[in-house]
């Protein structure tokens, strides 16, 4: 008897047209094909919980492609930024250079360009105050971890100013390591965040209570490509150039532009080379007053300066690390949900066929 007044013990669902025709399982004679295939087995779960994982894919598909959008316009207004400072910038560094190259024959003592013998170095860590962009935040602190490894092997002290809620929670949780100060970043840097940092700065390299401030960023390559970089701050580059600790110059002498526009209905990334040109200075320039009162008057703006490019430098980072993360988390939940939508669509075509089997066996059985 194929049919039972009382309700079957078994799973419709699991029922086949297969398992009817022939209760032997015909052993498959090539197993790497079924191996390739997205297996129903492993997701154990009803059509009722299939349908609200599919719709839970689709709901994180729309937010990680609205965060992807959001974060492409964000960086183009932070790749503006950076461009648009860079000449200011270099010209300053090049105007500074001059001077101190006209104080060298006088004896004169100016405090952030004397270089002493290091003992004690300050490093200023700037970090994001967000997650979901990759491994951003993570590249600049082992960044961090392997420069105080170098300072412990030279037996050289140091001192960490945070720039980042991450990075304000990581070295929290980590009292071994001497934190001077704790700053909270912001979406759109500046002047005024830049000056509360180079204030400390100032204090702790004036004071002698650090010989050397290095300032570890990323540095904005691409989209898809941002290098953590360790820039010394002071004392002033003799070169009037931006280095970092190995001598190798950390300016682009080309930059990309990144434009969104739509392509055959999606939207597509152009890039733009934009060469950022800066005037040479030139050497027989005079100055009315005493050079003395000009540097004076300007390493302060140097200094804001440089650590205005850098929080600028590491937004544009991190916004480009989020896009290309939301980017990817946007693709897997594509992928997902056509590999749930299959196994969905399996299990209720062999439902659908064991009740019509149940159906038709009820049929023949009656007759």
């Not at 299939?50 to 207004?77: D, F, H, P, W, Y």
């Not at 010209?91 to 270089?115: A, K, M």
């Amino acid at each position: 008897m194929w049919v039972s007044s009382k309700p079957s013990s078994l799973d419709s669902s699991a029922l086949s047209f297969r398992s009817f025709i022939s209760p032997v399982q015909i052993p498959n004679s090539n197993p790497s094909i079924s191996n390739s295939r997205p297996s129903s087995s492993s997701i154990n779960c009803s059509l009722k919980e299939l349908r609200g994982r599919i719709e839970s894919v689709k709901n994180t598909q729309k937010i990680t492609e609205a965060m992807k959008l959001v974060a492409a316009a964000k960086v183009r207004r932070a790749q503006e930024a950076v461009v648009n400072a860079r000449p200011f910038s270099e010209t300053l560094v090049e105007v500074l250079y001059s001077i101190n190259e006209q104080l060298q024959v006088e004896d004169v003592d100016v405090p952030l360009t004397s270089v002493r013998p290091v003992k004690k170095v300050a490093l200023v860590v700037v970090t994001g105050d967000r997650g979901l962009c990759g491994g951003f935040n993570n590249m600049i602190l082992k960044k961090a971890e392997a420069r105080i490894r170098e300072l412990k092997t030279l037996g050289l002290e140091y001192v960490v100013i945070s720039v980042g809620k991450k990075g304000n929670s990581y070295f929290s949780r980590r009292p071994y390591i001497p934190v001077d100060k704790f700053l909270d970043g912001s979406n759109l840097p500046t002047a005024k965040e830049a000056q509360a940092i180079a204030d400390d700065v100032f204090s702790l390299f004036v004071s002698e209570e650090v010989d050397k401030v290095e300032l570890l960023y990323t540095k904005f390559v691409s989209l898809v490509k941002s290098d953590p970089v360790i820039h010394t701050l002071l004392p002033l580059s003799p070169k009037g150039e931006i280095c970092d600790i190995n001598g190798v110059c950390v300016d682009a002498a080309e930059d990309e532009f990144f434009r969104l526009t739509t392509k055959e209905g999606k939207l597509t990334v152009e890039r733009d080379v934009v060469r950022a040109e800066t005037i040479d200075f030139s050497p027989i320039l005079q100055f009315e007053q005493d050079p003395v009162q000009i540097l004076d008057a300007l390493l302060p703006l140097y200094l804001n300066s440089q650590i205005l490019r850098a929080l600028q430098e590491s937004l544009a980072s991190e916004l480009a690390a989020r896009m290309t993360a939301m980017g990817n988390a946007t693709d897997n939940a594509v992928e997902l949900k056509k590999n749930l939508s299959q196994v969905y669509n399996r299990r209720r075509q062999a439902k659908i066929t064991g009740e019509i089997l149940e159906i038709v066996a009820g049929a023949d059985a009656l007759v």
